[in-house]
């Protein structure tokens, strides 16, 4: 026994190659499986230990705000200095018209006003319209039922018409403004597309869509929801 510290004083000497077991068995015709099935396993082993590895990430959910939460905020002066919408949960910013988009704007409400001027019926512009608990439009006219709360989203069911005008917004407003004021069961919806110079007009909603839909040219006559007037938009 050797205590501590104190070198060994014989070595191991390990066999010649041609003495050993494996060797011997070679030359006497013998396969050399023993030592090649240990080869084998030992690249076995490293091939699974390089394999990569799909490690199993948790979901985070997707942070949504209520509309009470977009109120909340709103009302606090968050939005201050832009428009936001609250769009199925998700804030989204509205980027501010041009010339001819707020000419447009101005053009339609004049002539809505001299309309509905024989009805109860009020106008507005920018008006939030609450279309559910995630979902808070802000719309570009709107008419509505004189008993409407003068603060805080007016409720799909007291609005008589809708009027979006479009420069770059077309898609968004024929489709997913379409849905949900449609779903929201707003009686009217008309999208003023600047370019084209036509009225996209829209009523009687069923479920996700306007059963009836026209296109009416801005030189053309258009009759004016829950009135006997009509405008021509040029």
């Not at 000497?13 to 396969?31: E, M, N, V, Y």
């Not at 209520?66 to 201050?80: I, K, P, Q, V, W």
């Not at 018409?161 to 004021?181: F, H, N, P, R």
């Amino acid at each position: 026994m050797t205590g501590i510290g104190t070198p060994i004083s014989h070595k191991i000497h390990p066999l010649p190659i041609a003495q050993s077991p494996d060797f011997k068995g070679k030359r006497a015709g013998r396969s050399l499986v023993p030592w090649r099935s240990r080869v084998r396993r030992g690249h076995d082993i490293l091939a699974g230990m390089n394999k990569p590895v799909r490690l199993a990430v948790e979901s985070v959910p997707e942070t949504l705000f209520t509309a009470r939460e977009y109120l909340r905020m709103h009302d606090a002066g968050a939005f201050s200095d832009m428009n936001v919408e609250l769009v199925r949960g998700e804030l989204r910013k509205m980027m501010s018209g041009g010339f001819s988009h707020g000419a447009l704007n101005a053009r339609l409400i004049a002539k809505l006003i001299t309309a509905y001027s024989a009805t109860d019926r009020c106008l507005a512009v920018d008006l939030m319209i609450g279309i559910g608990p995630l979902t808070i439009r802000g719309a570009d006219i709107a008419v509505v039922m004189p008993d409407v709360p003068s603060s805080g989203p007016v409720p799909p069911d007291r609005v008589v018409l809708i009027v979006e005008v479009s420069v770059t917004t077309l898609g968004t407003d024929l489709g997913e403004k379409q849905a949900e004021y449609a779903t929201a069961g707003v009686p009217d919806y008309w999208v003023a597309d600047v370019e084209a110079r036509v009225m996209h007009v829209m009523r009687s909603p069923e479920r996700e869509r306007y059963a009836e839909r026209s296109v009416v040219p801005f030189d053309q006559p258009l009759a004016v929801p829950g009135t006997a007037e009509t405008i021509v938009v040029a």
